[in-house]
Nanobody, 118 residues
Framework: QVQLVESGGGLVQAGGSLRLSCAAS???????????MGWYRQAPGKQRELVATITKGGSTNYADSVKGRFALSRDNAKNTVNLQMNSLKPDDTAVYYC?????????WGQGTQVTVSS
């Protein structure tokens, strides 16, 4: 079992920045080569979509809509991933969910609201 605790959401004006953090209850990046962590988001009336992920090997993947603005990093010692979000736009408004893919199972955090005002 994996528990994920998110923090860092909030309200920000367009052009501003926020940093989201997700702490896992165990080390995700050990073991299976497919293990990884990341962030997804879901806006009202829309499907959940990938924002950014990082693999055990350290490779990152970003949605086209956030490339160049968001940066995902990890702290192995703290079992944490951090999403730095810059140049935020109103279209980034959504509930952001931390995800861990661990030993062939998906785990989700409770979600944190990010609201970007115009």
């Amino acid at each position: 079992q994996v528990q994920l605790v998110e923090s860092g959401g909030g309200l920000v004006q367009a052009g501003g920045s926020l940093r989201l953090s997700c702490a896992a209850s165990r080390s995700i990046f050990n073991g299976n080569a497919l293990n990884g962590m990341g962030w997804y988001r879901q806006a009202p009336g829309k499907q959940r979509e990938l924002v950014a992920t990082i693999t055990k090997g350290g490779s990152t993947n970003y949605a086209d809509s956030v490339k160049g603005r968001f940066a995902l990093s990890r702290d192995n010692a703290k079992n944490t991933v951090n999403l730095q979000m810059n140049s935020l736009k109103p279209d980034d408004t959504a509930v952001y969910y931390c995800n861990a893919y661990f030993n062939l199972q998906n785990y989700w955090g409770q979600g944190t609201q990010v609201t970007v005002s115009s």
